[in-house]
């Protein structure tokens, strides 16, 4: 079955790093494209950034641009989000996505916390 395992969340001061990692399971990784959402507290989820099949194409959104990258490893099956300069406006949830046919799947999430 799919499987989508996020890891690397955790608690940081502003201005720190992190990266994120998604690893997957029980589709033809290298087919599709994958994304990270994220959810804050109180808010609608939203798109973060998508990689393509070949990990040329990203797009980001508004908010992260520049400050994050999204890559992905078709040998390991994953993906990752490096974050830097992160800000409390980054604190949420962040969520795997990938979808297959007319499919959803989302991983469990991996909390960010950024905070003094």
């Known amino acids: 079955q799919v499987q989508l395992v996020e890891s690397g969340g955790g608690l940081v001061q502003p201005g720190a790093s992190l990266t994120l990692s998604c690893m997957t399971s029980?589709?033809?990784?290298?087919?599709?494209?994958l994304s990270w959402y994220r959810q804050a507290p109180g808010k609608s989820r939203e798109l973060v950034a998508r990689?393509?099949?070949?990990?040329?194409?990203?797009n980001y959104a508004e908010a992260v641009a520049g400050r994050f990258t999204i890559s992905r490893d078709n040998i390991k099956r994953a993906i990752y989000l490096q974050m830097n300069s992160l800000n409390p406006d980054d604190t949420a949830e962040y969520y795997c996505?990938?979808?297959?046919?007319?499919?959803?799947?989302w991983g469990k999430g991996t909390l960010v916390n950024v905070s003094e």
């Open positions: 990689v393509r099949t070949s990990g040329a194409g990203q």
């Open positions: 996505f990938v979808k297959l046919g007319w499919t959803d799947y």
């Open positions: 029980g589709f033809t990784f290298s087919n599709y494209p």
